[in-house]
Nanobody, 122 residues
Framework: QVQLVESGGGLVQAGGSLRLSCAASGRTFGTYDMGWFRQAPGLEREFVAAISWSGVSTIFADSVKGRFTIARDAAKNTVYLQMNSLKPEDTAVYYC???????????????WGQGTQVTVSS
């Protein structure tokens, strides 16, 4: 069982940066692949980024490549999403997810956080 709590969301101007954190409970955090997804009003949840359990492999959605990075700190049981050069279209609720498979599909992740709101003003 893994419990996930996101933090770090907020309101930022276009071009600004935010760092989201996802704190995980449980001693097996290091064995889970981790992902970030987002959902804007009226739209389906979409993949943003993922990192393998080892931290060696990462993947990103095309829309955030070159602007977002993902990292994990095993000692702190935390995964981070660094978001730079933010755009109004990045506005969404961002969700952290944990799973036993690594990828961009939401259905491979069995555990989800409650989400944190990111709003980018133009």
């Amino acid at each position: 069982q893994v419990q996930l709590v996101e933090s770090g969301g907020g309101l930022v101007q276009a071009g600004g940066s935010l760092r989201l954190s996802c704190a995980a409970s449980g001693r097996t955090f290091g064995t889970y692949d981790m992902g970030w997804f987002r959902q804007a009003p009226g739209l389906e949840r979409e993949f943003v980024a993922a990192i393998s359990w080892s931290g060696v492999s990462t993947i990103f959605a095309d829309s955030v490549k070159g602007r977002f990075t993902i990292a994990r700190d095993a000692a702190k049981n935390t995964v981070y999403l660094q978001m730079n050069s933010l755009k109004p279209e990045d506005t969404a609720v961002y969700y952290c997810a944990a799973g036993r498979q690594y990828g961009s599909r939401a259905d491979v992740y069995g555990y989800w956080g409650q989400g944190t709101q990111v709003t980018v003003s133009s």
